[in-house]
Nanobody, 118 residues
Framework: QVQLVESGGGLVQPGGSLKLSCAASGSIFRLNTRGWYRQAPGKQRELVAT???????NYADSVKGRFTISRDNTKNTHYLQMNTLKPEDTAVYYCNVQWRLSKQYDYWGQGTQVTVSS
């Protein structure tokens, strides 16, 4: 089985920073893409950032220049460094690992709350 364990969420003031971690275990295909998604109350889940096995990244326009996604394959963990946080960043953040062989595989973390408020 595949398990993703998230950590690093919390309450921060506007302009502050947080770093989220997603530790993976289990049978994961080497050529996988890792990502972060978020969902605010009453809103659709949206993509925040992804990083491919080769290191290519993609970011939502709303977080470009403020957030950085990275991965450490030795630790089987990926991260989201969030800087200059805004109240509109408040959401539950979910990490994701996915790949395709004969079918699509998607695995999700349990979610971690990020609240940006003064």
């Amino acid at each position: 089985q595949v398990q993703l364990v998230e950590s690093g969420g919390g309450l921060v003031q506007p302009g502050g920073s947080l770093k989220l971690s997603c530790a993976a275990s289990g049978s994961i295909f080497r050529l996988n893409t890792r990502g972060w998604y978020r969902q605010a109350p009453g809103k659709q889940r949206e993509l925040v950032a992804t990083i491919s096995s080769g290191g290519s990244t993609n970011y939502a326009d709303s977080v470009k220049g403020r957030f950085t996604i990275s991965r450490d394959n030795t630790k089987n963990t990926h991260y989201l460094q969030m800087n200059t946080l805004k109240p509109e960043d408040t959401a539950v953040y979910y990490c994701n690992v996915q790949w395709r062989l004969s079918k699509q595989y998607d695995y999700w973390g349990q979610g971690t709350q990020v609240t940006v408020s003064s």
